[in-house]
């Protein structure tokens, strides 16, 4: 069964910093791209970053909303994905999620809220 379990949101004030991790298990999680989608409360799903397979060589892709303030990776010896999000903005409060498109598998999300 495949399983994405999601932690590290909280609030934060603007300007300060969060890790989110992805726990992964259930399928052979360096052969596949993963995702970090956000849902902000009332509006639609934003794709925020991919981290492509390793042997892709591992390409990381962003929004440009997040470019340059924010950092997707993985680990797979312990089957993760994080995302390093700095700078944080009011704008980035939402609902984030971890996703394996390809098995249309997603995580139960974890709120990151920036507020003073």
């Known amino acids: 069964e495949v399983q994405l379990v999601e932690s590290g949101g909280g609030l934060v004030q603007p300007g300060g910093s969060l890790r989110l991790s992805c726990a992964a298990s259930g399928f052979a999680f360096s052969t596949v791209t993963m995702n970090w989608v956000r849902q902000v409360e009332g509006k639609g799903l934003q794709w925020v970053a991919r981290?492509?397979?390793?042997?892709?060589?591992?390409?990381?892709i962003y929004s440009d909303s997040v470019k340059g303030r924010f950092t997707v990776s993985r680990d797979n010896v312990k089957n993760t994905l994080q995302l390093q999000m700095n700078n944080l903005k009011p704008e980035d409060t939402a609902v984030y999620y971890c996703?394996?498109?390809?098995?249309?598998?997603w995580g139960q999300g974890t709120r990151v809220a920036v507020s003073s």
């Open positions: 981290v492509t397979s390793t042997s892709r060589g591992s390409r990381y």
């Open positions: 996703v394996h498109f390809t098995q249309d598998a």
